[in-house]
């Protein structure tokens, strides 16, 4: 059972920056393809960003964060990150990362594709 941990969150004003970790004690995430999902207060859970697995080296984000938000791996493989520049008061939310083993990149945003999933952590973007 793979168990994913977000870290990271907090508060920050708008314009600045935050970095997302989501990291597993026990296996490697080469494999696996990983997603960034969020939820705001009252709003359905989205997905922001995607990374394939290590083999791939694919990101895909959605219109609301594309240059703003960058997906990457840490060098132990054990690591996720979620890189947050600019940020806005809309990006304040719940973020979870999610993790596919046999991951479709066309599917990235359905949440049912994912077989694991971390616990989130809170981001608040305000003055």
């Known amino acids: 059972q793979l168990q994913l941990a977000e870290s990271g969150g907090g508060l920050v004003q708008p314009g600045g920056s935050l970095t997302l970790s989501c990291a597993t004690s026990?296996?490697?995430?080469?494999?696996?393809?990983v997603g960034w999902f969020r939820q705001a207060p009252g709003k359905e859970r989205e997905g922001v960003g995607w990374?394939?697995?290590?083999?791939?080296?694919?990101?895909v984000y959605s219109d609301t964060v594309k240059g703003r938000f960058t997906s990457s791996r840490g060098n132990h493989m054990n690591a996720m990150f979620l890189k947050m520049n600019n940020l806005k008061p809309e990006d304040t939310a719940i973020y979870y990362c999610?993790?596919?083993?046999?991951?479709?990149?066309?599917?990235?945003?359905?949440?049912?594709?994912?077989?694991?999933w971390g616990q989130g952590t809170q981001v608040a973007v305000s003055t």
């Open positions: 999610a993790a596919d083993l046999i991951a479709d990149e066309s599917k990235w945003l359905g949440e049912d594709e994912y077989d694991y």
């Open positions: 026990q296996y490697t995430l080469e494999y696996y393809a």
């Open positions: 990374i394939s697995s290590l083999e791939g080296g694919t990101t």
